[in-house]
């Protein structure tokens, strides 16, 4: 008796179709699995055995084959467990015949319960591009699968569901389609609450207005982590083909809630200092997402920076520059997008009262130099805006007067990413900080003084190409901001000023 039915794996964030074939035939008693399984795809024999019992169903006294195609596809995890539970009852004619187009994917526990597994969402846009019709899911995953329309999704919690389902006992209804409610951006860390540093703060503004990187350095308690971690309350929204595209990365990672099947906000991720590179990039046997790829469409935010492994840093400067991370194992190669944000804070020497203005620093310059030359120069090189944190002064603090909220400062980002997404029309670009080289000219046209200017700064800083690039990016988003078409003399000006602290503080006579 042969029967086949259609499942989903996944390999990183690829999914791909899998057919289910089994051959119940005469001979010894036996259950194989072939088609490179890996152990917990093995172990479903157990489970499913279990399963049928607790189902009043004997398990076949034959010899049975599964065969997981394309054979020559590694499979992992416990996704094929329905599949292969449907197959051995389609075989064994315990059930009406499932059409082909449909698709099963989920867990099967002892007692016959169907378990959440991770990476729904993309297996489930897969199945609507290959013209699977419904997909059934387990019952925690289904809200997960419904965000995606123009196909079916059936919610199953056991096995008897489906059993009574195929028989035409007990027919199962197609979930509702998830539509995301509207975000709500009454964050609970307003800018409002940061007393002074207004410059900080317009720094700030103008790196979420362009999607630039930014490093704040300063001496302790002057507000870098507080300016950090308001960040989010003043992001652009997602857009819809956005928030799949990160909701698909945190579903392979586990980290999406029954509730809440799709990010509409951006990440905000915050590591430890004492993170791995494997951590931070991604890695494993089957590489997972990391930090820089869980904060895709985000923000990544390390606090301390100097205190990170420089090698583990150092990974960092690729995924910048190409927004995607290539993990090669001998199981295959993965590539996860990695379209982030990225801001740094540090002090500027280990007591951390270098160049203070009040405070006496107790390091040498031995001391000093090691600690910034924990921060490369080509990485330094990738931060658009360098921000010195100052000291916050007793009038600022003790102010009554009330500082511009984070919802006033967001308006003005929207406005300037409204300007972009009308320039990036019909290109991949979504934002300033993603210009390419070859877009760079006409994306940043400039006038006489702002050529003159630029060409000043060149010299007199010894720029680098990357430097002149961000340094125009970040003069296209000042001139964004200020609702101008072309680049001016003033705006060159103001993007200049955020790349002098590598001169300070990273410079021969430090």
Known sequence: MYAKINSLGLFGLNAFPVDV??????????????????????ESRERIRSALRSCCIDFPVASVMINLAPADTKKSGSV???????????????????????????????????????????????????GIKAVFVPADNAKEASVISGIDIYAVSNGEQLIRHFRGQELLTPCEHFAPPETAYNETLDFADVRGQQSAKKALEIAAAGGHNALLIGS????????????????PPLTFDEALETTKIHSISGLLSPDNPIITKRPFRSP???????GLAGGGTIPHPGEVSLAHNGLLFLDELAEFDRRTLEILRQPLEDRKVTIARASGTITYPCTI?????????????????????????KKVVNYLSKIS???????????????????????????ESSADIRKRVIEARKIQEER????????????????LQEMCPMDDGAVKLMKNVFDRLGLSARAYDRILKVARTIADINGCEVISKQHVAAA???????????SEDT
């Open 496 to 506: 200049a000023q955020y790349r002098s602290l590598d001169r300070k503080y990273w």
């Open 341 to 365: 944000m990225l801001i740094g804070a540090m002090n500027p020497c280990p007591c951390g009262y270098f160049g203070h203005p009040k405070r006496k620093c107790i390091c040498n310059h």
């Open 377 to 403: 120069g080509p990485l330094l090189d990738r931060f658009d805006l360098h921000i010195e944190v100052a000291p916050v002064e007793f009038e600022d603090l003790s102010s009554e007067a009330k500082e």
């Open 424 to 439: 990036f029309r019909n290109t991949s670009i979504t934002c300033n900080a993603l210009i390419t080289p070859d877009k």
């Open 272 to 278: 430890h200092h004492t993170i791995s590179s494997a």
């Open 220 to 235: 302790p308690g002057s507000g870098k982590s507080m300016l950090a971690k308001r960040m989010p309350s003043i992001l």
């Open 80 to 130: 094929h467990d329905m599949a292969i539970f449907m197959a051995l009852l389609k075989a064994m004619r315990m059930i009406d015949d499932p059409a082909d187009e449909y698709s099963f994917i989920g867990e099967v526990s002892l007692n016959g319960d169907i378990r959440p597994i991770n990476g729904v969402l993309p297996m489930v846009m897969l199945a609507r591009e290959t």
């Open 21 to 42: 074939e089994i051959d119940i035939s005469r001979g010894s008693p036996q259950f194989d699995i072939v088609g490179l399984p890996d152990a917990t795809v093995r």
